[in-house]
């Protein structure tokens, strides 16, 4: 029996919905609004330096407290040097961060307080994640500031000792590893949305909103993920 | 009528009690055990560090925010400070903070978490009091270590940032006052333990522990209580 074109219905419908080529976002190529990244850049720094102060101070050992601490003083440094580019601006600091803050405080409460392996791991995953993706979306503002932003996200805050503490952790408690592996499944969904607040305020090279076509803004998001996943492998948690 | 003599009786008892000279105890001649001094010194810092970055955190204005992390990232860089001077020593820092943490994390512990304005006093009166106490203290270590400390704990960790804060809020809700006098003289008590811990640890010109003969602390500790009710002046609190 023939079943000529079994199936076949499906083929070109799926051919016909990519057909239009979309230009994929290259991060770089975009025009952020300089203000609004840095402000938004200033925002996370500080949030994250609180965050990791906190978990520093929640530390049972006090070689793991001062590791920690080392992390949430490198970020501080970010944040401030952010801080200066935004007043050579003539902006204040506070005003500029201050549009931002409400979106960021949510994806704060939205991961909670979790356990402290938990915290450890969501400093080494959320500001992994988010640098990447700010250090390149940085580098479409003008030159000197561009390269100066990107150059400073991409300074490491100290992950060597995160990564540490918890292949300690996980090494010397199977139950945290699945607890671990959970946890940074959990927490890239809503990272992401951090990610994709920036990008809605960038324009494309037509002076476009760069999300209203989501298949534009999925490649970049798909590169985030995949650096997520590696930093997961290097912990041996199942992404 | 006549009551010759009355009230005397005290007085001649009173005299006869400050008859035996007590040397009065300067912090500065005093010899403190250096590597004792700089891990109390250095896990001080840390815990005010965290305290200063929760505090921020706690904030509801940006411009306050920010203006404590400011005090953050001052007492941060005197953690570090210290730390290099404890590693200079060959010490690691952790070891050398150890055995001072239970106590200052005592200290924390019975202060509470208290409301934000109370929390911001804390910081304020309590670093103030200790900064004093322990920059004179310090005077006392070998120079160029010594001195050294004694430099780096003057050095202004953002007070007038902490007065602005607290003098606005002051200003705008008369039982913040009453509740701040209070604080500040419930505060005072628990901190002035600390201190007295630090002495517990010096030994006198001759070799004793200083902390026998409560005549000789007696007058630092009043010094440092004169300094605190100064500060609570400017505040307009009672103290």
Redesign the interface.
Known sequence: MKWPGRGRPAAPRTRRRAAPRVDRIALGDLRPDPEALLGRIAYLR?AY??TA??V??RAT???D??AI?GV??NV?EQ??AI?AMLEARGL????A??PY?AEIDRYRRRLGEPAWHESVLTLHLSAGLLDDFFAAFAAGLPAPEGPEVARLLETDIGHDALIGILQAGVASDARLASRLALWGRRLVGDTLLVARGALADARDEHGDPTTTDERRVEPVLNDLIARHTRRMDQLGLTA
Request: aromatic residues 4%; negative net charge.
């Open positions: 500080l330096f609180e102060s906190a520093a101070g050992d006090l070689s407290r001062e601490t949430a003083r501080l944040h401030t801080v204040e600091s506070a005003v961060m201050h803050s």
